[in-house]
């Protein structure tokens, strides 16, 4: 049985050789239709993955920036760091308290500018946005410290990684205005786009400091008189607070809330990402399905009317004494074959075009991207469906096979 | 090697009656005994429409009867009883029956078109896990093909693909060999040589043999026992029945 299927297999492969021009017309059929559904999917494939691309590597899709100030105490940040959604929490002091101006020397004529600080630490996905280890921001000696600019405040100050700023930290005490000298050594500029405002990422030490002095608390990182502070810092008003993925702002934007903080997040960018793909994949399956049921009826045709051509080399088949099953084989093997080549000729074509479909939309894309893509297994798994459904749509035509008597056909009367 | 006929019967057919109706004529074919002994070579002679391609498409277990009584063949492993088989439509029993065991010439196009005439002649070989080498040359040089064996058949002349034809039934050693009007379509000269060859390569293999033909002379000369079917006209001349007895 197994030898006689092989036979099979082997007449059905010669007769789709022999007849050239026929099988080459069907191949050809075949894949004039997948063609331009694998490209299809490869845009969709692309457009969706790219974008999603772009937006897990961007560190402000997974922000959740809480609205409004608190008190969060020590316990609750370890609670929230422990949490599997936490990519990195850093507390915040107060937005106000949170200023410094700072000027670069380098230039004589260089204006002060009016900086907010925001504090990082080891970690901080705005500073290694693509995983890269960022230099640390710390304090280099007592009132000198190294910090990270947004490239809004790099390009106000004309300021470039190795520079020296000098910043200047004002308050009212007592009654009169003071201010206190700092000098910040720039280690590291962030990319543009991250932070559209001008700011230094700045240890939390130093925020705190800040918050302290300019409140007329004594603080043992700079010299100044005040009152004397508490043992320990007890609470912080805020965060900055990204989840591990886009995936986790959903679940940690909840936990938030049921701990009475809300937050902003980009969720609704996320949302709409996610229903652009279902809706792009739906897309795809109403078209691929209106070519399937197209690609079926043509293939199941076709399939019948060579076996209604080839009634008497079929009926000899059964004469020589192959079985029902084999003979219906033989268009069966037929209808799989050219599918297969269908599926081959078309990927072929495809990746022949791919690269002309990525020239096209090079410029709207950021370097790297690729609108058009396809994974090795989309091949495959078109190779599959494909194959078995031709051998599906063939199956009527190999039932046909399968009836024909070897007496009729085989005389010419 | 020439095996003599034996008293072994190789069909042994009884109470066979097969119709086919068409376009309100009806034909019937009847034989109330038919018995074909081993290595035995039958004629069955009659103009063209008298049944014999009917009958040989029975004795060839592709088509089946309407009734049958005993339908007993001894293909060399024993008799065996088929009516039951032929009557359940078992097509693929019989198949397996008749790829071994019986070799089919037609009158023309018994090869494949897109075999070369090696391929063509080799394909019951393979069927059946024989090594075709040596055996589809020998038989060709026998046929005079030998020189048409890498070629299409389409390429071949008719009395060519002929013997092409005959190679192909008769090279795995058939215990039955059964041809309808195998020299039909040729010329006069061909007809002759290609009947001959066809009747000595059964004759060397002891393969019982049975050939419709209407050429009653041909077959006289090459000493064929003959099996004539008697018609008669039913009520009226649209019902034709024909009745073989041997």
Same mark, same amino acid.
């Given at each position: 049985?197994?030898?006689?299927?092989?036979?099979?297999?082997?007449?059905?492969?010669?007769?789709?050789?022999?007849?050239?021009?026929?099988? =080459?017309?069907?191949?050809?059929?075949?894949?004039?239709?997948?063609?331009?559904?694998?490209?299809?999917?490869?845009?969709?494939?692309?457009?969706?993955?790219?974008?999603?691309?772009?937006?897990?590597?961007?560190?402000?899709?997974?922000?959740?920036?809480?609205?409004?100030?608190?008190?969060?105490?020590?316990?609750?940040?370890?609670?929230?760091?422990?949490?599997?959604? =936490?990519?990195?929490?850093?507390?915040?002091?107060?937005?106000?308290?949170?200023?410094?101006?700072?000027?670069?020397?380098?230039?004589?004529?260089?204006?002060?500018?009016?900086?907010?600080?925001?504090?990082?630490?080891?970690?901080?996905?705005?500073?290694?946005?693509?995983?890269?280890?960022?230099?640390?921001?710390?304090?280099?000696?007592?009132?000198?410290?190294?910090?990270?600019?947004?490239?809004?405040?790099?390009?106000?100050?004309?300021?470039?990684?190795?520079?020296?700023?000098?910043?200047?930290?004002?308050?009212?005490?007592?009654?009169?205005?003071?201010?206190?000298?700092?000098?910040?050594?720039? +280690?590291?500029?962030?990319?543009?786009?991250?932070?559209?405002?001008?700011?230094?990422?700045?240890?939390?030490?130093?925020?705190?400091?800040?918050?302290?002095?300019?409140?007329?608390?004594?603080?043992?990182?700079?010299?100044?008189?005040?009152?004397?502070?508490?043992?320990?810092?007890?609470?912080?008003?805020?965060?900055?607070?990204?989840?591990?993925?886009?995936?986790?702002?959903?679940?940690?934007?909840?936990?938030?809330?049921?701990?009475?903080?809300?937050?902003?997040?980009?969720?609704?960018?996320?949302?709409?990402?996610?229903?652009?793909?279902?809706?792009? =994949?739906?897309?795809?399956?109403?078209?691929?399905?209106?070519?399937?049921?197209?690609?079926?009826?043509?293939?199941?045709?076709?399939?019948?009317?060579?076996?209604?051509?080839?009634?008497?080399?079929?009926?000899?088949?059964?004469?020589?004494?192959?079985?029902?099953?084999?003979?219906?084989?033989?268009?069966?093997?037929?209808?799989?074959? =050219?599918?297969?080549?269908?599926?081959?000729? +078309?990927?072929?074509?495809?990746?022949?075009?791919?690269?002309?479909?990525?020239?096209?939309?090079?410029?709207?894309?950021?370097?790297?991207?690729?609108?058009?893509?396809?994974?090795?297994?989309?091949?495959?798994?078109?190779?599959?469906?494909?194959?078995?459904?031709?051998?599906? +749509?063939?199956?009527?035509?190999?039932?046909?096979?399968?009836?024909?008597?070897?007496?009729?056909?085989?005389?010419?009367? | 090697?020439?095996?003599?006929?034996?008293?072994?019967?190789?069909?042994?057919?009884?109470?066979?009656?097969?119709?086919?109706?068409?376009?309100?004529?009806?034909?019937?074919?009847?034989?109330?005994?038919?018995?074909?002994?081993?290595?035995?070579?039958?004629?069955?002679?009659?103009?063209?429409?008298?049944?014999?391609?009917?009958?040989?498409?029975?004795?060839?277990?592709?088509?089946?009867?309407?009734?049958?009584?005993?339908?007993?063949?001894?293909?060399?492993?024993?008799?065996?009883?088929?009516?039951?088989?032929?009557?359940?439509?078992?097509?693929?029993?019989?198949?397996?029956?008749?790829?071994?065991?019986?070799?089919?010439?037609?009158?023309?196009?018994?090869?494949?078109?897109?075999?070369?005439?090696?391929?063509?002649?080799?394909?019951?070989?393979?069927?059946?896990?024989?090594?075709?080498?040596?055996?589809?040359?020998?038989?060709?040089?026998?046929?005079?093909?030998?020189?048409?064996?890498?070629?299409?058949?389409?390429?071949?002349?008719?009395?060519?693909?002929?013997?092409?034809?005959?190679?192909?039934?008769?090279?795995?050693?058939?215990?039955?060999?059964?041809?309808?009007?195998?020299?039909?379509?040729?010329?006069?000269?061909?007809?002759?040589?290609?009947?001959?060859?066809?009747?000595?390569?059964?004759?060397?293999?002891?393969?019982?043999?049975?050939?419709?033909?209407?050429?009653?002379?041909?077959?006289?000369?090459?000493?064929?026992?003959?099996?004539?079917?008697?018609?008669?006209?039913?009520?009226?001349?649209?019902?034709?029945?024909?009745?073989?007895?041997?």
């Amino acid at each position: 049985m197994i030898r006689d299927i092989g036979v099979i297999i082997g007449l059905s492969t010669r007769d789709f050789v022999h007849e050239l021009s026929l099988s =080459t017309c069907a191949v050809l059929g075949i894949a004039a239709i997948l063609a331009p559904l694998l490209v299809l999917f490869g845009l969709k494939f692309g457009i969706v993955s790219s974008m999603t691309a772009r937006l897990a590597a961007d560190p402000r899709a997974r922000a959740l920036q809480p609205i409004g100030q608190g008190r969060f105490d020590g316990a609750w940040f370890a609670t929230l760091e422990a949490l599997p959604q =936490t990519g990195f929490v850093v507390p915040a002091t107060r937005f106000l308290a949170a200023t410094a101006t700072l000027r670069n020397p380098k230039f004589i004529d260089s204006q002060a500018l009016t900086t907010e600080l925001w504090p990082t630490s080891r970690g901080d996905p705005l500073r290694e946005p693509d995983e890269k280890p960022a230099p640390s921001i710390d304090r280099v000696e007592p009132l000198t410290y190294t910090v990270a600019l947004s490239a809004a405040a790099a390009e106000a100050l004309h300021a470039a990684v190795g520079d020296r700023l000098e910043g200047r930290i004002g308050r009212s005490y007592n009654g009169n205005r003071e201010a206190l000298s700092l000098r910040f050594a720039v +280690a590291q500029i962030l990319n543009a786009g991250l932070i559209d405002r001008k700011v230094a990422l700045v240890p939390l030490t130093v925020l705190a400091a800040v918050e302290d002095y300019r409140e007329g608390i004594a603080t043992p990182e700079f010299p100044s008189a005040g009152a004397p502070p508490p043992e320990s810092r007890s609470s912080y008003a805020s965060f900055r607070l990204y989840a591990r993925s886009i995936d986790d702002v959903e679940p940690l934007r909840d936990w938030l809330a049921r701990h009475g903080v809300e937050a902003a997040t980009r969720l609704h960018d996320i949302q709409a990402l996610q229903q652009l793909s279902r809706d792009l =994949t739906s897309l795809f399956l109403l078209i691929s399905t209106l070519a399937g049921i197209g690609t079926l009826v043509w293939i199941a045709i076709s399939s019948l009317s060579t076996v209604a051509r080839k009634q008497r080399e079929l009926s000899l088949l059964r004469l020589v004494g192959f079985s029902t099953g084999c003979v219906a084989a033989f268009p069966i093997v037929q209808a799989v074959l =050219t599918a297969v080549i269908g599926v081959v000729l +078309a990927s072929l074509a495809v990746l022949a075009t791919a690269p002309v479909i990525d020239r096209m939309f090079n410029g709207q894309l950021p370097p790297g991207a690729r609108v058009f893509r396809l994974h090795p297994s989309h091949f495959l798994v078109a190779v599959l469906i494909t194959a078995s459904s031709a051998a599906a +749509a063939a199956s009527l035509a190999g039932i046909r096979a399968a009836r024909i008597t070897p007496s009729e056909g085989l005389r010419d009367e | 090697m020439n095996r003599s006929v034996t008293e072994i019967p190789a069909y042994d057919v009884v109470g066979l009656t097969a119709r086919k109706s068409a376009g309100g004529a009806t034909f019937e074919l009847s034989v109330p005994r038919l018995m074909i002994a081993r290595g035995e070579k039958v004629a069955l002679v009659g103009p063209s429409g008298c049944g014999k391609s009917t009958l040989l498409d029975l004795l060839s277990l592709i088509a089946a009867p309407d009734a049958v009584g005993q339908f007993r063949v001894d293909c060399g492993y024993g008799a065996v009883e088929l009516a039951r088989l032929m009557l359940d439509g078992r097509v693929n029993l019989l198949a397996a029956i008749r790829r071994r065991s019986i070799g089919y010439i037609l009158q023309t196009g018994g090869l494949l078109p897109y075999l070369t005439v090696r391929q063509n002649i080799g394909l019951s070989c393979r069927m059946l896990g024989i090594p075709p080498h040596g055996r589809v040359e020998a038989i060709a040089e026998r046929l005079e093909i030998v020189s048409q064996l890498d070629k299409l058949p389409a390429t071949l002349s008719v009395g060519e693909r002929q013997r092409a034809a005959i190679a192909r039934a008769v090279v795995h050693r058939p215990a039955i060999a059964i041809a309808d009007e195998p020299t039909a379509a040729l010329d006069p000269l061909n007809a002759a040589s290609v009947m001959r060859l066809f009747v000595e390569l059964a004759a060397e293999t002891g393969c019982t043999t049975v050939i419709a033909t209407h050429d009653v002379h041909r077959v006289e000369r090459l000493g064929l026992r003959q099996i004539t079917p008697q018609l008669t006209a039913g009520e009226s001349a649209r019902h034709v029945r024909a009745v073989f007895l041997g």
